[in-house]
């Protein structure tokens, strides 16, 4: 069984802005598993699906971002998911546009996603996927910039970058986590 949650906020507004990578990765799997996010549960949406023989659930927390870890709990305690299951997908300031980096546990590093995450499951050990969405210009604040849209070229990077996410994220169905890491990680 594999959970492969992606962050974000719910609502137009926040559609295609920097912080919601998390839930463009969860669109673009849904479409190249075909697995329909047709579920409304958890205080989030998702879909189920087998690939491979394993059954994969694809989850987008509805809570807006701050209070994530609420609907990732509710869903692994009710699916009986361990934390080694599940994987994590969201925007990171610290990595340039375009990269992702994949870490099996780490701290929350100031985003409030994975913060309440951390808080929700008790542990700083479960996988994520960090899409770099790099740090603002001098002089802007950081939440007008992470509710920011891309630029043209970033959205370039981003086209490219999405993909290569859901592609680590099925690859993940059939090969441990650590070995998707030495794959992705350059």
């Known amino acids: ?91 990171d300031l610290d990595l340039p546009v375009g990269k992702i980096r994949l870490r099996q546990k780490g701290s929350a590093g100031g985003h409030n996603g994975i913060k309440s995450t951390i808080a929700h499951l008790g542990t700083q050990e479960f996988n994520r996927i960090r899409v770099g969405i790099d740090r603002p210009p001098s002089g802007m604040k950081v939440p007008d910039y992470v509710l920011g849209r891309f630029s043209k070229e970033e959205q370039e990077a981003m086209s490219e970058v999405i993909p290569k996410c859901a592609a680590a994220c099925e690859e993940w169905v059939l090969k441990p986590f650590l070995q998707i890491m030495n794959e992705y990680n350059q």
């Open 1 to 91: 069984m594999k959970l492969v949650v992606g962050l974000g906020n719910p609502g137009k507004q926040y559609e295609k802005t920097r912080h919601n990578i998390g839930f463009e990765v969860i669109d673009a799997l849904s479409e190249r598993l075909n697995i329909p996010l047709n579920l409304a549960k958890f205080q989030g949406v998702y879909g189920v699906g087998h690939i491979h023989g394993e059954k994969v659930f694809l989850l987008k927390p509805l809570t807006y971002m701050n209070l994530s870890g609420e609907s990732i709990r509710a869903m692994m305690d009710y699916f009986e998911i361990n934390d080694d299951e599940l994987v994590v997908i969201y925007d």
